[in-house]
């Protein structure tokens, strides 16, 4: 049986610069005894997405403070913990490398074992981290960046089952607000729009379910959006309040048919499973968590709390832990990596959000 692990854990491979305490016993429910995280929204707002200069700098900036405040508010000092867990990628290079060099000076000056972690496992894990769930289980990764349905077997073996081929749902919902003039991020806009909306008035196409297989699609129905508004702005010089709300709640229904459908072929090719789970920022969305959760029928249906599902330095310290439960560790030589797909042996996404590396 393995010891107790109390792990710090480092994120930031794209706009969020986090760290946090996370405690595993034996046959205890893991303890999240702290997670910081000091987020960038308001560097990048003036430039329409994340400015990857910018973020490294920021991180750069911040990556030891937040480590000092997650230690302080665990009541810790870096002598107690047993391991340093770090996001080695995928990600924008720059803060991926702030992070894996802040990790390597914590472990050559206190000698305590450092463990890198793929970004995409901290999510995909999070449900064992707040839920201990049993393996294999199937997660829909849903966020800014991503869009992959992928069935967890182990901490170190995943099967992608289906992904978007262009742009990531996050993306969608945050493009569709842009074009209504709605705040960032779009997705919790375009859901408080959408819910005063009738989603039935603009038909919007339902991209790739005519195709078999769990690949998404989203960029057609951004398209779509884009004609319904010019169409309306051309004929009545403008939207309505009504229409705002109606192409709201038309997107939000296509993107929820499209992730429930897939969601039923990913569970259809996963028998056996403990769970159906979900992580990413679009995971927020109350429509589509209601989709998913009757998609799921007799399965159980699991989302993290929010603060878990978006980046966070818990999963990755959480992450760390599942690797050091397999006696994984890395040396000094970890290197960062732009990009690292969980499943080498699927063929490589077509586009996997075109934030690029952000998850
Ligand atoms: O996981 P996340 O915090 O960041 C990364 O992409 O890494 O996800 C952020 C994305 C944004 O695109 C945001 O618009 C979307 O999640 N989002 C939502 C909702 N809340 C956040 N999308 C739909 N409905 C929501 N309620
Ligand atoms: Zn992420």
Excluded at 4 to 33: F, H, K, N, Q
Excluded at 78 to 85: G, V
Excluded at 110 to 131: C, E, F, S
Aim: aromatic content about 4%.
């Amino acid at each position: 049986m393995t010891r107790s692990l109390t792990v710090l854990g480092i994120e930031s491979s794209c706009d969020d610069t986090g760290a946090a305490l996370v405690r595993y016993r034996p046959g205890m429910a893991a303890e999240i005894l702290s997670n910081v995280v000091a987020g960038q929204t308001d560097l990048h707002a003036a430039f329409g997405g994340v400015v990857p200069e910018i973020a490294a700098r920021a991180h750069a900036e911040k990556l030891d403070l937040v480590v000092e405040e997650a230690l302080a508010r665990a009541g810790l000092t870096l002598r107690q913990i047993d391991a340093i867990a770090v996001t080695a990628g995928p990600g924008l290079i720059g803060g991926v490398l702030s992070g894996v060099m802040l990790a390597k000076g914590l472990s050559a000056a206190t000698g305590k074992p450092l463990v890198g972690v793929n970004h995409l496992a901290g999510h995909a894990l999070t449900p064992r981290l707040t839920d201990g769930l049993d393996f294999p289980y199937l997660m829909l990764l849903v966020s800014g960046g991503h869009c992959q349905f992928l069935r967890v077997d182990g901490p170190e073996d995943f099967a992608r089952l289906g992904g978007t081929i262009d742009d990531a749902p996050g993306e969608a919902f945050d493009k569709t607000a842009k074009l209504l003039g709605l705040p960032q991020p779009g997705g919790p806009a375009v859901e408080a729009e959408a819910a005063q909306g009738d989603p039935k008035r603009f038909p919007f196409p339902r991209p790739l379910l005519d195709r078999p297989g769990c690949d998404l699609s989203f960029s057609g129905l951004k398209t779509a959006l884009m004609r319904a508004r010019d169409a309306l702005v051309a004929e009545n010089g403008g939207l309505t309040r009504q229409d705002r709300a109606d192409l709201c709640a038309g997107f939000q229904a296509a993107v929820a048919d499209v992730l429930a459908e897939k969601s039923r072929r990913a569970l259809a090719l996963c028998p056996g499973i403990s769970a159906f789970a979900v992580a990413g920022g679009v995971a927020a969305n109350a429509t589509l968590r209601a989709r998913l959760t009757a998609i799921a029928g007799a399965t159980p249906f699991l989302a993290p709390p929010l603060a878990l599902c978006t980046d966070n330095a818990a999963m990755i310290a959480w992450a760390g832990i599942e690797r050091l439960r397999l006696g994984h560790t890395d040396d000094l030589t970890l290197s960062a990596r732009p990009r690292w797909p969980l499943d080498s042996a699927a063929a490589p996404l077509i586009g996997s959000g075109k934030r690029g590396a952000k998850a």
